[in-house]
């Protein structure tokens, strides 16, 4: 059963879990199911998703229940009327806020513009040591972007050299080894954790979180941090 988040005669949300496709793709042929169809199934009702997650990335995930809603809103993520925040942990120390405004390339090779605010939520030093170093840093961070490119905040901290943990291709196959090795962990450590819109048909401001999910947690608790605070 997927976890509904929020639900009313026109939109659906749910937490979407890491590794679930929300449709099927041809690039993806191992996949044997999808959100929108297990949300179809397990509300007996036709769902249309209006925005996309990653297959990696879990967390809120937006779908509308009749065509005005989506076209709607759909509209709205394309006038960048919807805010999203993301969570995410990733490799070395980031600094307390920044701003990253670099274009990314689509595969037709046409540069689009892409920006992604992030602050620091929480940094931590581990006893675990990793090539040269001693013991190993890590950060969690806010990313809160204003554009929707294709893996935007995974190509944006790669950029930075502060790449997602548990990210392929674009971020440290060394660092997600020790992850692998330590931790038993392979999930991409990349969390929808909010949106915040006004509703298009009704007009009141909605707001929609998402929880960890357990692999997320379970990597927050060896970082010793405490995510109760974090809205």
């Not at 401001?205 to 608790?221: D, G, L, S």
Request: contains cysteine.
């Amino acid at each position: 059963m997927l976890d509904i988040l929020y639900r009313d005669e026109h939109l659906i949300a749910i937490n979407k879990p890491h590794g679930l496709l929300v449709h099927r793709s041809r690039i993806a042929a191992d996949a044997t199911e999808f959100a929108i169809q297990m949300l179809r199934d397990q509300i007996g009702q036709h769902v249309s998703p209006v925005h996309r997650l990653d297959r990696k990335t879990g967390g809120v995930l937006l779908f509308a229940l009749n065509k005005e809603a989506e076209v709607l809103v759909q509209m709205m993520f394309a006038d960048h009327q919807i805010k999203k925040t993301y969570i995410a942990l990733v490799r070395g120390y980031t600094n307390d806020e920044g701003e990253i405004d670099y274009p990314l390339r689509k595969e037709n090779g046409t540069l689009q513009e892409a920006f992604t605010a992030y602050q620091t939520v929480c940094r931590a030093e581990i006893n675990v040591p990793h090539g040269k170093h001693l013991t190993s840093r890590y950060s969690l961070l806010k990313a809160i972007p204003t554009t929707g490119r294709m893996h935007q905040i995974r190509k944006h901290f790669a950029h930075i050299d502060h790449p997602i943990i548990g990210d392929r291709p674009h971020g440290c196959n060394k660092q997600n080894r020790l992850f692998k090795a330590n931790w038993e962990m392979e999930t991409m450590l990349l969390h929808a954790n909010r949106l915040a819109f006004i509703h298009p048909v009704t007009q009141l401001q909605v707001i929609i979180n998402a929880p960890f999910q357990e692999e997320f947690t379970r990597m927050n608790k060896v970082m010793g941090w405490d995510m109760t605070s974090i809205k």
